[in-house]
């Protein structure tokens, strides 16, 4: 048994390659900027990676479905089209917040999503699609987003999202053993937005992931209206994936201002992964410069450190992963 459990079975993958890049754009973001080619950077919002056999496969927000890119190192990306289009699935628009899993026992690949700020899931037979709704509907009447599988190792399933029933709200429920629905009797308020930090903009806590290191369940997530400059990344720890959750009274672990932000602000929603020698990393997204929020562009925090004390933290060097012609 690996001594990461991160949501679902991950396939361990390639060489890492930290590096960091720097470029310009047609805003300022200062000396020492982690920032990449502006042209060639990989900007997608919420990110999310999947490790299977030695390649990397990344998925985020998109305006018609969602799209793939490729990667053997977390550095050079290429585009291979769209992994869920609209023809194949529930809604039309705000395609927001995929993240994909490799279910080893059914040789499937499920992604999960929202559509319309409703829970929505797919499958593939291939990490690069086409991902097709076996029912075209999505998994609850009510609104949600942000959806984030766990399996725990009992093989008991559980999805973690956002329901909007005090602000921005991170709730939890056991899944049957489709993937395809929820126990909804087993729904459970994981957290909110409360805390100073986490309320400088809006009422929001979002974009959770959870892991599990030992007998500690970990959820990390995001806080503040993405818009704002001081989004940031938290964490909460359980003793059970339903809760109750305590946060981490040192929050934020990682936001504008570190040594090793550089100069981006708007840090967050992102995704923990594990490279192939079973080291904790972190994707996410931050705001194009510190005068324009869009397009979000994606980078990797190369440690997501867990201490001996159990504290989490993200000291690693930013990797910057640029999208090839």
């Not at 390659?17 to 754009?25: D, H, I, K, N, Q």
């Not at 042209?39 to 018609?64: C, H, M, V, W």
């Amino acid at each position: 048994m690996p001594r990461f459990l991160l949501r679902a079975i991950i396939w361990p993958i390639c060489v890492f390659m930290a590096v960091t890049l720097s470029g310009s754009c047609n805003c300022n973001r200062g000396a020492g900027s982690v920032e990449g080619d502006g042209k060639s950077q990989l900007q997608i919002a919420d990110p999310f990676i999947l490790n299977y056999q030695g390649r990397y496969y990344a998925y985020g927000t998109g305006e018609d479905g969602f799209r793939v890119y490729v990667s053997d190192d977390l550095v050079d990306w290429t585009a291979k089209g769209i992994a869920l289009d609209l023809d194949k699935c529930w809604g039309t628009k705000w395609f927001w917040a995929p993240e994909v899993y490799y279910i080893e026992s059914r040789n499937l690949f499920y992604m999960f999503y929202s559509a319309e700020e409703h829970i929505c899931v797919a499958t593939s037979m291939s990490p690069e699609g086409p991902f097709v709704q076996d029912e075209v509907e999505p998994i609850l009447e009510e609104q949600g987003i942000d959806a984030s599988l766990f399996i725990d190792r009992d093989g008991k399933a559980y999805l973690y999202f956002v329901r909007f029933t005090d602000g921005n709200v991170i709730w939890v429920a056991e899944m049957n053993d489709d993937l395809k629905s929820l126990k909804e009797e087993t729904l459970t308020k994981c957290l909110s937005a409360e805390e100073p930090w986490e309320t400088i903009m809006g009422k929001v806590a979002e974009g959770p992931s959870v892991f599990k290191d030992g007998e500690t369940y970990y959820l990390l997530y995001s806080a503040n209206d993405y818009q704002s400059q001081d989004y940031a990344v938290g964490y909460a720890t359980a003793s059970s994936p339903l809760g109750p959750w305590t946060k981490y009274e040192g929050n934020p672990i990682f936001r504008r201002g570190f040594p090793n932000a550089g100069n981006l602000v708007g840090i967050g929603h992102g995704a923990p992964l594990v490279t192939t020698d079973g080291k904790l990393m972190y994707v996410f997204h931050a705001h194009d410069c510190d005068t324009l929020i869009h397009p979000r562009r994606t980078y990797v925090n190369s440690e997501l450190i867990i201490a001996p004390d159990g504290t989490l933290s993200m000291p690693g060097k930013v990797i910057v992963p640029q999208l090839q012609d």
